[in-house]
């Protein structure tokens, strides 16, 4: 019954390989997000999607594709992995976008590692 | 550019004393502001939110203050416990309706038995 799941844990690949996170979520809420946490812990949004929408998408390199086949679902895709891509990504969602009560719930992380 | 700072050294104090953790921000006028609890190899999970309108909020024995003038949240833990040793993130929010929340760096807190 957990709440937010990411698979896999762990994924460790070459440079230049194109990899797949996956994401859901059994909470019945309509965002969802992907965070990147880099070795220095600073935790950054890179996209959210409100219902199958993207509402977010900070300056993050179009090598990073975000598709939700439904609101329960975000994955996340990397093309051409880079050394800097190496980084915990976690996941997470929220209820509704538009209050002020925001309070997101968040995946247990996958750790990239690119060789 | 939007900053905020937590206090990037550990913070090491005595079981059943009081921690206290400082997040101060620059350059952004958030509407609310939470505090995330983070343990090793997990992900951060949500312990309170503050609105820009109130100046305290208590959780059983968490306690928040948010000072708009001097753009700093303080978060306190009484009694603290070993259990409570973990990383805490404090993270901003606008009044806009993205969703998007900006996180500090976290401060580790080490409480000793």
């Known amino acids: 019954d957990t709440a937010v799941s990411q698979t896999p844990k762990y994924l460790v690949t070459q440079m230049g390989n194109d990899k797949s996170i996956k994401c859901e979520q059994n909470l019945g809420h309509d965002t969802m997000y992907w965070y990147k946490q880099d070795s220095k812990k600073f935790l950054k949004i890179m996209f959210s999607y409100n219902n199958k929408e993207l509402i977010i998408n900070e300056t993050v390199p179009n090598r990073f594709s975000p598709k939700s086949p439904d609101k329960a679902h975000l994955n996340l895709h990397i093309n051409s992995l880079e050394l800097g891509d190496s980084a915990v990504y976690f996941c997470?969602?929220?209820?509704?976008?538009?209050?002020?009560?925001?309070?997101?719930?968040f995946g247990p992380g996958t750790r990239l590692t690119v060789l | 550019s939007q900053k905020i700072e937590q206090n990037s050294e550990a913070l090491n104090i005595q079981e059943g004393k009081t921690a206290t953790l400082t997040c101060n921000y620059t350059?952004?006028?958030?509407?609310?502001l939470q505090w995330y609890r983070q343990d090793p190899g997990r992900g951060p999970v949500f312990l309170l939110l503050i609105r820009e309108n109130e100046k305290e909020k208590r959780k059983e024995r968490l306690k928040v203050t948010f000072d708009t003038t001097l753009k700093q949240s303080l978060f306190h833990i009484t009694a603290s416990q070993p259990a409570d040793s973990a990383t805490y993130l404090c993270?901003?929010?606008?009044?806009?309706?993205?969703?998007?929340?900006?996180f500090g760096q976290g401060t580790t807190l080490q409480v000793k038995p």
């Open positions: 993270a901003l929010s606008g009044s806009g309706n993205t969703g998007k929340l900006i």
């Open positions: 350059n952004y006028s958030p509407a609310y």
């Open positions: 997470a969602s929220s209820q509704e976008v538009a209050t002020a009560y925001n309070e997101q719930f």
